[in-house]
């Protein structure tokens, strides 16, 4: 079965700190795999997209990792903001069809 | 990228009356909408899914009667919540994909409240 597990499942820092949220996931075969900012009482909008031959993808102060062997994938936001205090949510495809598995979030708080 | 406009963003209505949510793709022509529900910290459950021009496909577990999906055009597809009861309570939101790209994008969600 496909699943796709997120850790932590919350995460409280402070401001101005960097963390990394994981993914791991057992969807095969494999296209791609999506992260997405989920802000309370709103749709998903996508921080990044990383297909199979990409390590690394950076989208501002958001970095993306992705290690297709281990099936892992993480993801690390620098110098925090408050704005930032939201679900994220890893997201695998099913290839073939567009059968989405979604892990279950982590809900980031950044306090002041 | 592209735009999906979901309405309304939040509604509140009585037990047994109907609810009907729209999804349209603002730029681009969307040739498959996907239907979630997200009860609190929850993940998103996909509904249903629906092809323009035909009908729905629906998950396990979903009533096809009480949830009807309607997808008559390239840009709009709508999600009516029939005889709605409490439990039916929920985040819904609708996702779209057009024919040049992969990616799905998501509407803002609608909050619908029984009571």
């Known amino acids: 079965k496909n699943q796709v597990e997120q850790s932590p499942q919350s995460l409280i820092i402070l401001e101005g700190k960097n963390c990394t949220l994981q993914c791991n996931y057992t969807v095969s075969p494999f296209s791609n795999l999506r992260w997405y900012k989920q802000d309370t009482g709103r749709g998903p909008v996508s921080l990044t997209i990383?297909?199979?031959?990409?390590n690394t993808k950076s989208n501002g102060r958001y970095t993306a990792t992705l290690d297709a062997d281990t099936k892992q994938s993480s993801l690390h936001i620098t110098a925090s903001q408050l704005s930032d205090s939201a679900s994220y949510i890893c997201v695998v495809p099913g290839a073939g069809s567009y059968q989405l598995t979604f892990g279950k979030g982590t809900k980031l708080s950044v306090i002041p | 990228g592209a735009v999906v406009s979901q309405h309304p963003s939040w509604v509140i209505c009585k037990s047994g009356t109907s609810v009907k949510i729209e999804c349209r793709s603002l730029d681009f022509q969307a040739t498959t909408m996907f239907w979630y529900r997200q009860f609190p910290k929850q993940s998103l459950m996909l509904m249903a899914t629906?092809?323009?021009?035909?009908?729905?496909?629906?998950e396990q577990g979903v009533e096809k009667d009480k949830f009807l999906i309607n997808h008559a055009s390239l840009t709009l597809s709508t999600l009516t919540v029939t005889s709605a009861h409490p439990e039916d309570s929920s985040f819904y939101i609708c996702?779209?994909?057009?024919?040049?790209?992969?990616?799905?994008?998501f509407g803002q969600g609608t909050r619908l409240t029984v009571v």
């Open positions: 996702s779209a994909r057009g024919t040049m790209n992969t990616e799905a994008f």
């Open positions: 990383m297909t199979f031959s990409e």
């Open positions: 629906s092809n323009e021009g035909s009908k729905a496909t629906y």
